[in-house]
Every structure is written in C-alpha cells, then in structure tokens.
C-alpha cells in the first residue's frame, strides 16, 4: 500500500467519500421524482437510506475489527439496491408503493414526503462535505508545513 492509499483511506474519510457518493446519487433521483410528479403513470423510485447506513455502518465495524479503525481499506460491499462500481456507487433503485395518494391520473404522488425526502438527504450531502472539506484542510495544512 502506497503513502498516498494510506492518507486517503484513514479515519473518516472513505465513509465520508461513500456518503457523499450515495446522497448526491439519491438527489439526482430524488429531483426526478418531484420533476415528474405530474406525470401521468408515473411512479416515482427510491433507494433505503437506512439500508446504505446499515451497510456503511457494517463496512466500518469490520474496518476497525481489521485495522483498528484508524486506516485501511473500507469493505464495503453495498445493498440489493446500492452497488460498488469502480465509478463509485451505482443506484438501483426501486418503486415505492404505499406512499402519496394515488390520483385520477395513476400517478402516486406526495410532494410533501418527496420535498422532505429532498430536504433531509441535501442534509446528510452537507454534513459529509463539511467534514470532509475539514479533513482535507487539516491534511493541506500539514502538508504545507503551515501551523
């Protein structure tokens, strides 16, 4: 393993780099939903976020069994709907049914849920950037030898 495979894959940041990964994946899909909420027959799909944090959750427990914790490779090894590709994550997700009020037109929409949905995802993109953004500013700083 390489010096630089051994700054990138310490401490937080490869489940940081998976969050942000999976949150600005979901937004996309998130957005195409709300866009076509109007769409007659239009059944809008999701993916478990709860299942993405379960699976993350397990990659870093057996990070530490391994290693400790503090470096190494994250293993994680995704969800039925959340695959490990060597673009990053890929996104299958599926429809949700039961969800919204199903409308003269087919359609199941709920703009509520979806904004919410929207909202609280934009969230966990914004938390994983800031903390990577810091993580990253503290290794540029030791690098440069600036105190």
């Known amino acids: 393993m390489t010096l630089i495979d051994h700054v990138t894959?310490?401490?937080?940041?490869?489940s940081l780099e998976r969050t942000i990964q999976f949150a600005g994946r979901r937004q996309a899909l998130l957005?195409?939903?709300?866009?076509?909420?109007?769409?007659?027959?239009?059944q809008h799909k999701d993916v478990s976020p709860q299942a993405f944090q379960s699976a993350?959750?397990?990659?870093?427990?057996?990070?530490?069994?391994?290693t400790g914790g503090a470096h190494g490779e994250l293993?994680?090894?995704g969800t039925r709907e959340v695959q490990v590709t060597e673009r990053g994550l890929k996104l299958t997700p599926s429809t949700q049914s039961g969800r919204g009020v199903l409308t003269h037109d087919r359609?199941?929409?709920?703009?509520?849920?979806?904004?919410?949905?929207?909202?609280?995802?934009?969230?966990?993109?914004?938390?994983?950037?800031e903390l990577m953004r810091t993580r990253v500013g503290t290794m540029r700083v030791a690098i440069s030898e600036r105190v």
Not at 9 to 14: D, K, S, T, V
Not at 33 to 39: D, E, K, L
């Open 56 to 66: 993350l959750r397990d990659a870093i427990d057996d990070r530490r069994a391994r």
């Open 31 to 42: 957005a195409h939903n709300i866009a076509n909420a109007s769409t007659p027959r239009f």
């Open 75 to 77: 293993g994680f090894r």
């Open 107 to 129: 359609n199941n929409r709920d703009l509520e849920s979806m904004m919410q949905d929207l909202t609280e995802n934009l969230g966990a993109y914004r938390v994983a950037t």
């Open 9 to 14: 894959n310490a401490g937080a940041l490869p």
